[in-house]
């Protein structure tokens, strides 16, 4: 069984500082993660991926994150948060090895990005 | 560009009223995803096609429906809508692989959002 916990429902930073958002996963196999981002009465766009590649994925609009396997995380980061960068933002975890249940994906509950200007 | 189209963006039914929203894709993914996102919340699997295979999640209502007439259509058809169905419904697509029914990268359409007078 795989599960997803995003450890903040809101991160408010100032334009202009790092953004942090954590994400701790379960997993039984060997875990693909992603996070998403929601722009308000929009659809999912991802921004990255972690396929057990490169433990530091990078990705879109200067966000990036880092697989820790013995810390169960994949936390979000971008060193100079953008006013279009308020959002909802989703980590996610799928599982590759749990036997052909293409059951979706896991999402977390979201956290809620406030940029303050 | 190659995408994940949903029709109408914005509907509005009656209680009880029969109701079909739409998607498509030109990604010619084998794997099409229906979700549901209520105000504030992730979204939430109701179920899934991989080709003409149906996958319903545990949980899903019966009065949820699906069908798929071909690789690039996929609805979903509430039989009686309840106050308690207004929400977003998200469609999504990824590639599958091979014969194993693997979770991968998900693709997203924007979203119908569903208004129950």
């Known amino acids: 069984a795989q599960s997803v916990t995003q450890l903040d429902s809101h991160v408010s930073v100032s334009e202009g500082t790092p953004v942090l958002l954590r994400c701790n996963y379960s997993?039984?196999?060997?875990?693909?993660l992603f996070w998403y981002v929601q722009h308000p009465n929009k659809g999912l766009q991802l921004l990255l991926k972690?396929?057990?590649?490169a433990t530091l994925v990078k990705g879109i609009n200067g966000f990036e994150a880092e697989f820790k396997k013995s810390e169960t995380s994949f936390h979000l980061t971008k060193p100079s948060a953008h006013m279009s960068d308020a959002a909802e933002y989703f980590c996610?975890?799928?599982?590759w090895g749990s036997g052909g249940g293409a059951d979706g994906l896991t999402f977390g509950k979201g956290t809620h990005l406030i940029i303050q200007p | 560009d190659a995408m994940v189209i949903q029709n109408p963006r914005y509907q509005v039914t009656q209680f009880g009223k029969p109701v079909t929203l739409s998607c498509s894709q030109t990604?010619?993914?084998?794997?099409m995803y229906w979700y549901q996102q209520k105000s504030s919340q992730a979204p939430k699997l109701l179920f899934h096609?991989?080709?003409?295979?149906?996958?319903n999640e545990a949980d899903t209502p019966d009065n949820f429906q699906s069908r798929r007439p071909n690789t690039s259509f996929c609805f979903l058809d509430i039989r009686s809508p309840g106050l308690g169905d207004a929400a977003m419904y998200l469609c999504?697509?990824?590639?599958?692989?091979?014969?194993?029914?693997?979770?991968?990268?998900?693709?997203f359409g924007p979203g119908t959002r569903l208004t129950v007078l």
């Open positions: 972690y396929t057990s590649a």
């Open positions: 997993s039984s196999y060997s875990p693909s």
């Open positions: 990604l010619n993914h084998n794997v």
């Open positions: 999504a697509t990824s590639r599958g692989g091979g014969g194993a029914k693997i979770s991968d990268e998900q693709f």
């Open positions: 096609y991989y080709d003409k295979d149906f996958n």
């Open positions: 996610v975890v799928t599982d």
